[in-house]
């Protein structure tokens, strides 16, 4: 670590103009000031830059990193007095999945446990004698917030809360029984004491949020944090209505949630849920109806606090926006889907493709529940998938498969809402992306960005799924994915000549970051190792000039955090996750009582993929074990929810 010129006694160093508190909630007690007097007219000390350093791929030569949460990354700061200071990064978990965790009362609770629509415990009953509850290995979104006048006991610094979602569980007790999608997904408010000297974040009370009054969720993955400090979260891969009879996994996901595997209703799925936390550590939840029932991954507010940028973790997907009516109202407002110009390309260099957008309706939350309650599929729409040789159908591409659709007279709204994909296709969008996952927004440069996963299917010349009208045709499959960047503008117009009543409306899009596919490497890399690989959550921070983006790789043995900063192009690798786990819960906040936090989970550690794995899991796979509770026994399994910070030292920035 390079030694700084330390400030003389009262001089701050403002970063970029705003007190703030470096670097990522340091857990060290070293200060670069003092509480001591001196003069009021001595220089102040500006942050000029941050600049992330990256940090090697780890190898087999260091088995144990591959098995672990691994970070050997720095972070250096310039300063205006011609000073540098360099901080080794690290991770500080708050918990692991399966821990007994403090429930605030004095009493313990099971962290990432599940319950039913009464808040029983689930029991998973796989290993005789050995029944226990299910509790999930895969947390994903993550917000970091504060409220004025907290109320829970035991805060010796200040009150911070997280919100924390789980998305799924991998396997039951036995190690052989399939979990996914089939268990209601929890939610749960964490309230963390931040010490004020060095800003680290120690967890006080877990508490787990009442889904009932939202019919339970499903499949909760991606999440951001709303201007207005709530936690908008997601229910990814809507159900399919028309095919609900046969769909095993929602039959036992209603089970399991009610008791009954025909009682879960699928147009109560694929919706945005928004957790508002109090101030006692408890929160409370609310679906919004009308923001499209599609495959949400996680939404980005726009800075108006009105305009909802949507990716679309689907094959055959779209680009939703969503403009409320009102400010931080969610509740009511109008439905958009991307159509994509002439253009279209992944090559960084070139232009760019222009957007436009088709209004799929206007509605309030309610008026679309209500639809939800009473309307069966065969009252919004026909669905056929052989050419009906009927004119009045229209055909349209979902999933990877040709359907022909017609909707019912009188119910345009409730297919907007509730069968938006199949509705935004007729309509004239643009569904044809494949696995668009995270968006965040630069507000400065007016720029959002979007996570494609994979670039395969539906987006590829040729490909039965492909429909080169939607505009999104490449030469071939990019399974490394990329990242796309939105010019944002305002005066648009629908494509029925409506003005957009936002400043914050996509216009263009061009990529920003591809990932490269390559032949097997000595590890078993399937994707370039110092480029992106399947990047999934998004999350820009305005301060640090960065964005940060986490993997969900079945390309990279392990897969990583990075952080591109978008003046000086520089990609540095950040994180390293337990080989077969993937990133998760990316979070950013720029200032919390001062300080800067990046959040991040992994899901499933040691999910083995022959193809991917084949070279380093005997090695691995014991040590994935141990650090884990010995996953894919009978026992348990776990994964982390935590945070990246400062290993051993910390500036603390005096207010000013």
């Not at 009464?118 to 895969?138: C, H």
């Not at 209505?241 to 996994?249: E, T």
């Not at 040709?402 to 119910?411: A, E, F, L, N, S």
């Not at 480029?531 to 921070?541: E, R």
Request: hydrophobic residues 40%; charged residues 20%; glycine residues 8%.
């Amino acid at each position: 670590m390079s030694t700084p010129t330390l400030p003389t006694r009262r001089q701050a160093i403002k970063f970029l103009g705003l007190p703030m508190m470096l670097p990522l909630s340091g857990v060290g007690a070293a200060s670069l000031l003092s509480a001591c007097g001196g003069g009021d007219d001595e220089p102040v000390v500006n942050m000029l830059s941050a600049t992330f350093n990256s940090m090697a791929a780890p190898s087999l030569s260091n088995a144990a990193a591959m098995a672990t949460t691994s970070v050997a990354s720095t972070l250096e700061v310039a300063l205006s007095n011609s000073s540098t200071q360099t901080f080794k990064l690290a991770y500080a978990p708050f918990f692991l999945t399966g821990d007994q965790v403090a429930d605030g009362s004095g009493k313990t609770v099971l962290a990432g446990a599940y319950f039913d629509i009464n808040n029983k415990p689930i029991i998973d009953s796989t290993v005789a004698g050995k029944e226990r509850q299910f509790f999930s290995d895969s947390p994903d979104g993550t917000s970091l917030l504060s409220l004025p006048n907290p109320t829970v006991p035991g805060i010796k610094g200040k009150a911070v809360f997280a919100v924390v979602q789980f998305e799924y569980t991998t396997w039951a007790a036995d190690g052989k029984t399939d979990m996914y999608g089939k268990l209601p997904s929890p939610i749960a408010v964490l309230t963390l004491d931040q010490d004020q000297a060095n800003g680290k974040l120690s967890l006080v009370k877990y508490h787990n949020v009442d889904t009932s009054s939202a019919h339970g969720l499903w499949i909760t993955c991606g999440s951001s944090l709303s201007p207005w400090g709530t936690h908008l979260s997601s229910e990814e891969y809507e159900p399919d209505a028309f095919g609900i009879a046969s769909n095993s996994m929602f039959k036992a996901f209603s089970k399991n949630l009610f008791g009954d595997e025909t009682k879960a209703n699928p147009y109560h799925y694929g919706h945005m849920p928004e957790v508002t936390v109090n101030p006692d550590g408890t929160g409370s939840i609310k679906k919004h109806y009308c923001m499209g029932r599609i495959s949400h991954e996680l939404i980005e507010m726009m800075p108006d606090k009105r305009t909802a940028l949507m990716g679309d973790d689907a094959t055959n997907g779209g680009f939703f926006m969503f403009v409320a009516d009102k400010e931080a109202d969610l509740s009511a407002g109008s439905l958009y889907v991307a159509k994509v110009g002439a253009g279209f390309s992944i090559d960084p260099a070139a232009a760019g493709a222009a957007l436009s957008w088709v209004k799929l309706g206007s509605a309030t939350s309610a008026e679309i529940q209500k639809l939800a309650d009473t309307l069966k599929p065969a009252d919004i729409m026909e669905v056929a998938t052989a050419d009906p040789k009927d004119a009045s159908f229209g055909k349209i591409y979902l999933g990877g498969k040709i359907q022909w659709i017609k909707v019912k007279p009188g119910m345009d709204k409730a297919a907007a809402f509730l069968e938006t994909h199949r509705y935004a296709a007729l309509k004239g969008g643009s569904m044809g992306f494949t696995k668009m996952e995270g968006t965040t927004v630069n507000a400065k440069d007016k720029i959002a960005y979007s996570a494609l996963q994979n670039m395969q299917s539906s987006m590829v010349k040729g490909h039965a799924a492909n429909n080169p009208d939607y505009g999104i045709v490449i030469d071939k499959a990019v399974n490394a994915g990329a990242v796309l960047a939105h010019t944002l503008s305002a005066g648009q117009k629908d494509a029925a000549g409506t003005a957009i009543n936002s400043e914050w409306v996509p216009s263009l899009t061009k990529a920003l970051l591809v990932g490269e596919d390559i032949a097997a490497d000595a590890l078993g890399n399937l994707a370039n190792p110092d480029k992106i690989g399947a990047p999934d959550n998004l999350k820009f921070s305005e301060k640090l000039r960065t964005l940060f983006i986490g993997e969900d790789s079945g390309y990279h043995v392990n897969n990583f955090v990075w952080a591109y900063n978008v003046d000086t192009k520089k990609l540095s690798r950040l994180m390293s996750m337990p080989s077969g786990a993937e990133a998760t819960g990316l979070g950013v906040v720029d200032d919390l009582n001062g300080w800067t936090y990046i959040t991040s989970n992994f899901q499933h550690p040691g999910d083995w993929n022959a193809s991917l794995h084949g070279k380093v899991q005997a090695t691995l796979d014991p040590l994935v074990r141990a650090n884990y509770k010995n996953r894919l026994n009978s026992d348990a399994y776990s994964a982390a929810v935590g945070y990246l910070t400062a290993e051993a030292t910390s500036i603390k920035l005096n207010k000013l």
